[in-house]
């Protein structure tokens, strides 16, 4: 998560199929559950999210 | 703090508030937690809403009032445009609101009603009890709170936790969602219409909004069909359109938000646990809007909470009531929305050209959608054939 680029929206936590994600306030939290699937990258309005594969 | 209540609504939106007054206002003890510190910012919205829709729940009030609309004006494509929804009497058909004033004003009346309201307060999980939704885990200022209750209402948005935890599957697909930027543009005029740009030229399966929003400003947003997005994003396309189209503007906020598109969701109440607004995906597929839906959906959670405590029971059984009743008035509409919108992503530019050019003829300026809808599929049968089934 680019922390400078993120506009807090929620818009990947809505879209993780894993319920991965979570906002609280402007801090996007990833948990073990992610599979690097992409799709909150796809998604992001601005960009700010990028997978790297484990 | 308590740690027990009849209903605990999370998320402080329209949707939550609604319900937290109605349940309030119905002699339960109500608890509403928000997991932002402050209600009503920041905010993900576009801030259009229609009076008729909004004036059933709340008295209108100059504080949340940003701006008065007289209708809509759709531009296709090649420029032609429709003029819709706007009143014979030239009455206000629309307001833009200042949410942040809005969802608090709102809050504030559930408060006001009878229920508690808790900010900086997360939820991070469900009580059960016999494998029933029994309350909340709570997260208030870094320390864990269970909290019990008979019901909880998920009205949390469209990052909506709360059906995951209950066993509904809410995640949306990328073709479930438009993904949106806004500016709030000064030193613009933009008139007393919302303003609607339609075609791939401006966005893939999602459009450009000008809504005024009072004193030379406005809110001047995109979407763009999560499924479409990706090398292509909102933001890009926001920066886009606002450097050609309005060159002078200043840019005095940004906004980003997600929308879901995805229509109804099988499901919206488990025991003793209801979704209301974004999080039961409530929001309309085509124009995007969800405020009032989820305001009218809060109010018949709420109703039937009443009934479920007067009958003791919380069980799907009481609380199907609430999933009947929304499916055959937002349910119906929201279903009809996303047909439409699923064709009309499916029309490249050219087509939609045709369509504004074939209402040519046609003083459209005081239809509302639905009849607009209709005019346009007795002119264009053969493009819009997939609808038949509506009209």
Known sequence: ?54 | MKDRYDVIVVGAGPGGSITAKTCAEGGLDVLMIEKRQEIGDPVRCAEGVGTDALLKHIAPDKRWIAAEVKGSRIIAPDGTEILMSSDAAMKDVGYTLERKVFDRVLAQKAAMAGADVMVKTRATGLLRNNGKVAGIKAMYMGEMNDIKADIVIGADGVESKVGRWGGIDTSLKPHDIETCAQFLISNFDPGEYSEFYIGEKYSAGGYVWIFPKGGHTANVGVGILGSKSGKIRAITLLQKFVETTIPDGKIIEMVLGGVPVSGPIERTVTDGLILVGDAARQSDPLTGGGITNAMDAGKIAGEVCIKAKEKGDYSVKTLKEYEDRWRVTIGNEISRSLQVKNLLIKLNDEQLNQLAHSLDDVDASTMELPKLLAVLFKKNPKLLWELRSLF
Do not use: H, M, Q
């Open chain 1, 1 to 54: 998560v680019n922390r400078f680029k993120c506009g807090y929206c929620g818009a990947c936590v809505g879209v993780c199929p894993k319920g991965a994600l979570e906002l609280i306030e402007t801090w996007i939290e990833v948990d073990d559950s992610c599979t690097s699937c992409g799709i909150c990258a796809k998604i992001c309005p601005v960009g700010a999210l990028e997978v790297k594969v484990k």
